[in-house]
């Protein structure tokens, strides 16, 4: 098929523009790749979502124009062509994802690539960036002409984003029917044992007890008080299943004065791994011992875990020794986990 005139014209002026479009859509693929990852509702999710595949469309389509600029540069830079290949990494495994249902290769999903390779290309990138003559903004580039150039980038690239939702529900490909975050759907009994990123399993019998802020719950005694709950366990390495737990919401064994005058609830795992919750969450944070009626396994967080509708699976506390009351708030911690 031959090239349009109009594309043959534009790529011959590939260059600065063609530059600092692409650092944006980069700019855009870290803020809202992040914020993918924390989002559970179905609003949240869908504008980081969409707006995350849009960049990364957006970055396909200006491949021609980038190989253009690459092309004319005297010689490559070995960073630089590291950097080249981490995001060829970073959009191939995001596609893989969409598209391939859940998997691991090798034991890595394409989640874990795709943001190990966003972090290291994050690097370079920055790098890159200074290294280079910085990409100048003009004024120009607000005129209407510009605008005009870059909103048939928009319209190309947006209805790009389009045919690719459309190709992935037509063809029948797993990404027809992912949740709001973009994760597969796997049953209840297929939920892996998973882990945020460098926690080990620990082996503990049911005599273990869950310390309280005065007190201590005993497992045997949880698993009988506890009720049945549906919920939703999402992670973020690009999996949710809905599945019935078994657990005793931590309002029934924190003491209501005791909650009322803290700041916040830290769930803290045997390994070190923990989370910390507002107060008023207290009803919906559950001390799980339970899925599907059978007792948890160890990779499952045996013999009791947090199980929170509603918030990503990085927030379910696993292997649960304490539960602390704070007067630190909530949202003084990381926003992920770090280990
Ligand atoms: N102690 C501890 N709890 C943890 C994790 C962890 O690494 N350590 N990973 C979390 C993440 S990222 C998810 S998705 C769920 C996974 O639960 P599963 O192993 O039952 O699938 O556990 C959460 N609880
Ligand atoms: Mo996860």
């Not at 534009?10 to 989002?39: E, K, Y």
């Not at 999903?109 to 960036?129: F, K, N, R």
């Not at 009626?293 to 875990?305: D, E, S, Y």
Request: net charge positive; proline share 6%.
């Amino acid at each position: 098929m031959a090239t349009p005139a109009v594309v043959r014209r534009s790529l011959r002026r590939a260059g600065r523009r063609t530059n600092l479009a692409i650092l944006l859509l980069l700019v855009g693929a870290l803020l809202s790749g992040p914020l993918l990852f924390a989002a559970a509702a179905p609003v949240p999710a869908t504008l980081a979502r969409v707006g995350h595949g849009l960049a990364g469309v957006g970055l396909v389509v200006l491949v021609p124009w980038k190989t253009v600029v690459i092309l004319r540069a005297r010689r490559m830079r070995a960073a630089s062509l590291a950097l080249l290949v981490l995001v060829l990494v970073c959009l191939g495994s995001g596609f893989v994802q969409v598209f391939g249902g859940y998997g691991r290769i090798l034991g890595v999903s394409p989640i874990q690539v795709h943001v190990g390779s966003a972090l290291l290309g994050m690097v370079l990138a920055a790098v890159h960036v200074v290294r280079h003559r910085p990409i100048a903004v003009r004024r120009s580039d607000l005129s209407r002409r510009r605008l005009l150039t870059t909103g048939s980038f928009a319209l190309v690239g947006g209805t790009t984003y389009l045919a690719t939702e459309l190709v992935g529900r037509l063809s029948g490909s797993a990404a027809g029917t992912r949740a709001w975050t973009g994760s597969h759907r796997l049953a209840a009994a297929e939920i892996p044992a998973t882990t945020w990123l460098l926690d080990r399993v620990p082996e503990l019998d049911t005599s273990h007890r869950v310390q309280l802020p005065s007190s201590s719950a005993g497992v045997a005694d949880l698993d009988v008080r506890g009720t049945a709950v549906t919920a939703r366990l999402d992670c973020t390495s690009g999996w949710y299943a809905d599945a019935t737990w078994t657990g005793v919401p931590l309002s029934a064994v924190l003491d209501a004065d005791a909650l009322g005058r803290a700041a916040s609830i830290e769930v803290r795992s045997v390994t070190g791994y923990r989370r910390r919750f507002p107060v008023a969450d207290a009803e919906r944070l559950w001390l799980a011992t339970r899925l599907e009626g059978v007792p948890l396994t160890a990779g499952q967080g045996a013999p009791v875990r947090l199980m929170v509708p509603g918030r990503r699976g990085f927030w379910w506390v696993k292997w649960v020794a304490s539960v602390e009351l704070s007067d630190r708030p909530s949202p003084l911690q990381s926003p992920f986990p770090l280990q």
